[in-house]
């Protein structure tokens, strides 16, 4: 066999074992619920590593002292900040794989 025949064959090799990796860790990481809260868990978000927003607890506390313009930029900034967290976990995981945060 000739000598490129073998390297294309072994690249490919290295492709697909790449990509069965990089699947594996997408599933891993969609089981993963990620956190994030403000004003010391008086909102808490938690979103799952494929970005789905699976809960949102609101302290009835809070409710009683912030009007709904300060609660919708409280919502904003949690919410940003627990996807700004899956990115990063989302990078941390697949990120030796594909290439990311490189």
Do not use: Y
């Not at 290295?14 to 990089?22: E, F």
């Amino acid at each position: 066999m000739a000598k490129g025949l073998m390297n294309s064959d072994n690249l490919l090799g290295q492709m697909r074992q790449m990509q069965q990796q990089l699947k594996t860790a997408q599933k891993e990481l969609e089981k993963e619920e990620i956190s994030a809260d403000i004003r010391g868990g008086a909102i808490r978000v938690t979103f799952t590593g494929a970005q789905v927003c699976k809960a949102i607890h609101i302290d009835e506390e809070l409710l009683k002292t912030v009007d709904a313009a300060t609660l919708e930029k409280l919502l904003l900034e949690v919410t940003n900040k627990a996807l700004d967290k899956v990115r990063k976990q989302a990078v941390k995981k697949l990120g030796p794989i594909g290439g990311l945060g490189r």
